[in-house]
């Protein structure tokens, strides 16, 4: 088992930064790859970035390239995602998750995810 506990969300103004962060207990956490999704109100939780377990490959939502950054420290057992010039669509309750399998771009390929934490971004 892994335990997940997001945190960092909170309000913003549009082009403002956060840091969000995700702390793993249990299981091995270096060994999983760690995603980030969001579900904003009447939505689908979607995917929007990954890192590997070694930080060698990270992936992002078309949405949010060249804005968010995937990171982590293995030593902590902690995955951030920080989030530039933000905007009023990125307002969503953002989840990390992680997974010891092959995908990582939908909701089931993943077996352990947090309570999620708010983001709110206002024009």
């Known amino acids: 088992q892994v335990q997940l506990v997001e945190s960092g969300g909170g309000l913003a103004q549009a082009g403002d930064s956060l840091k969000l962060s995700c702390a793993a207990s249990?299981?091995?956490?270096?060994?999983?790859?760690v995603g980030w999704f969001r579900q904003a109100p009447g939505r689908e939780r979607e995917f929007v970035a990954r890192?590997?377990?070694?930080?060698?490959?990270?992936s992002y939502a078309d949405s949010v390239k060249g804005r968010f950054t995937a990171s982590r420290d293995n030593a902590k057992s902690t995955v951030y995602l920080q989030m530039n010039s933000l905007k009023p669509e990125d307002t969503a309750v953002y989840y990390c998750a992680a997974t010891s399998r092959g995908g990582y771009l939908e909701r089931r390929d993943y077996d352990y995810w947090g309570q999620g934490t708010q983001v709110t971004v206002s024009s």
């Open positions: 890192i590997n377990w070694s930080s060698t490959i990270t």
């Open positions: 249990g299981r091995t956490f270096s060994a999983y790859t």
